[in-house]
């Protein structure tokens, strides 16, 4: 499961990055602080991903954090690093 995908644009260049936040589903619910999940298993929310529609990860993603193994710092370091050898941006 994965709770976010972010695409990042060089104001430099024409190229993007995708970059795969990943986190099992159980995670997700553990960390759901305003019960989307459970309102999605009660059948209150439609169509919510990965709960009652189809989650489809994204096809080669430039980096995953998978934020189950991973600190926030880890991640955060793991994607500027990411950002600083690409020369996306300037970090």
Not at 10 to 35: H, M
Not at 49 to 70: C, F, L, M, N, W
Request: charged content about 25%; aromatic content about 6%.
């Amino acid at each position: 499961m994965t709770i976010g995908n972010w695409h990042a644009r060089s104001s430099r260049t024409a190229s993007s990055s995708r970059y795969n936040v990943n986190a099992p589903l159980a995670i997700c619910e553990q960390r759901d602080s305003k019960g989307l999940y459970k309102k999605a298993r009660e059948g209150k929310i439609p169509n919510f991903t990965g709960v009652s529609a189809p989650y489809e990860p994204p096809e080669r993603p430039e980096i995953e954090v998978h934020t189950d193994r991973q600190t926030v710092a880890e991640s955060v370091a793991q994607i500027i690093e990411h950002l600083r050898s690409s020369h996306i941006n300037r970090v």
